[in-house]
């Protein structure tokens, strides 16, 4: 089908991902997933014309801090200041340009700057926790951000989530939009957190847990790592709200 500015659109089908590779609708020990997930098996319909091509979103709007939570308010925040990088890419590897990615995350305590956070720790009155930025040509993005702290939550006793910052990547229009969550590389609390469990397999259970980066790291500064985001295929990056 051709668009009025003489570009094609495609429209594409739905593949059910590889099993074993996204979280289960139900998984008992995430308790939250028992009233959440479908009763019924789930019906998918096709893309419609208008779903795949707008509204779009051009950038326009970014501010020159959008993508450097350090730099958002007139004071530094507290914490270990890291470099977040990586590509998004597509099932053949090749690079998504002009993706919008959306960031939140708890500070370096554990809290995030939210109503509904009571969790006992400090708030950072320099530190929001919320970012955003497009992808380059090469499907490349970063963010100049504060490590976040592991926090309890009530899933059960003494449950502590891993140190996690959320991710959101949206596609041709706001209505293709993808959820996921990095990790940091040797965090004691994988094996007793039921959301990074509850994706059966544990090579795609890896693929959410960054790596380390000496290129991006700044001397003296902080540290970078790296997090690729693949958005389908036998590689791709396990997202939440996928059955």
Same mark, same amino acid.
């Given at each position: 089908m051709q668009l009025k500015n003489g570009s094609k659109a495609v429209i594409t089908p739905y593949h059910r991902p590889q099993p074993g590779s996204q979280p289960d609708s139900l998984y008992e020990p995430y308790k939250s997933t028992i009233r959440r997930a479908p009763s019924q098996p789930l019906v998918f319909l096709p893309h419609t014309l208008s779903e795949i091509t707008g509204p779009l979103y051009a950038g326009?709007?970014?501010?020159?801090?959008d993508n450097d939570l350090t730099r958002q308010h007139p004071g530094e925040p507290l914490g270990e200041r890291i470099i977040v990088s990586g590509r998004v890419l597509d099932d053949n590897g090749r690079p998504v340009p002009h993706t919008l990615i959306e960031i939140w995350q708890a500070n370096a305590a554990g809290r995030y700057a939210h109503a509904g956070d009571q969790h006992p720790a400090p708030l950072d009155p320099n530190f929001t926790g919320a970012g955003?930025?497009? &992808?380059?040509?090469? =499907? #490349? %993005?970063?963010?100049? &951000?504060?490590?976040? =702290? #592991? %926090?309890?939550?009530?899933?059960?006793?003494?449950a502590w989530r891993p140190a996690h910052i959320h991710l959101s990547i949206f596609g041709r229009a706001f209505i293709t939009r993808l959820v996921t969550q990095m990790y940091f590389p040797g965090d004691p609390l994988f094996a007793l957190d039921p959301i990074f469990q509850s994706i059966p397999d544990e090579k795609a259970r890896q693929r959410l847990v960054s790596r380390f980066d000496l290129e991006t790291t700044r001397p003296q500064w902080g540290l970078g790592y790296k997090f690729d985001i693949v958005l389908r295929g036998p590689q791709a990056t396990p997202f939440e709200g996928i059955a």
């Open positions: 326009s709007e970014l501010a020159e801090t955003r930025t497009l &992808t380059d040509e090469n =499907g #490349a %993005y970063q963010f100049v &951000t504060i490590k976040p =702290g #592991a %926090y309890p939550w009530l899933n059960h006793y003494n």
